[in-house]
């Protein structure tokens, strides 16, 4: 069975930094293309970035761009999401999810499995 398991959000003054986890049991990671998402009140899921199965390309939302970096342990089965210079506006829950196809769609839709989601709250 395919589960991800996001871990590492918590409570984060404005300007400081937090790496997400999103581990993997079941199947191999890297033959995913994995997604970040995030959802704050009130507001629709939020694609955030992707990074592809087939070459490690790498995407950014313009909201997360020059801040955020994600990034894949495949020995470890593990993909990590760097924030930093997190603002209060980057509180929500974040999740990863799991696409079969290759490269980064673009398209939440294609993405079958998803984690629980971790909060990240950003506020001093």
């Known amino acids: 069975q395919l589960q991800l398991v996001e871990s590492g959000g918590g409570l984060v003054q404005p300007g400081g930094s937090l790496r997400l986890s999103c581990a993997a049991s079941?199947?191999?990671?890297?033959?995913?293309?994995i997604g970040w998402f995030r959802q704050a009140p009130g507001k629709e899921r939020e694609g955030i970035s992707c990074?592809?199965?087939?070459?490690?390309?790498?995407y950014y939302a313009d909201s997360v761009k020059g801040r955020f970096t994600v990034s894949r342990d495949n020995a470890k089965n593990t993909v990590y999401l760097q924030m930093n210079s997190l603002r209060p506006e980057d509180t929500a829950v974040y999740y990863c999810?799991?696409?079969?196809?290759?490269?980064?769609?673009?398209?939440?839709?294609?993405?079958?499995?998803w984690g629980q989601g971790t909060q990240v709250t950003v506020s001093s």
């Open positions: 999810a799991a696409d079969p196809n290759q490269n980064c769609s673009g398209y939440e839709s294609t993405f079958g499995s």
């Open positions: 079941g199947f191999t990671l890297d033959a995913y293309s």
């Open positions: 990074i592809s199965s087939r070459d490690g390309n790498t």
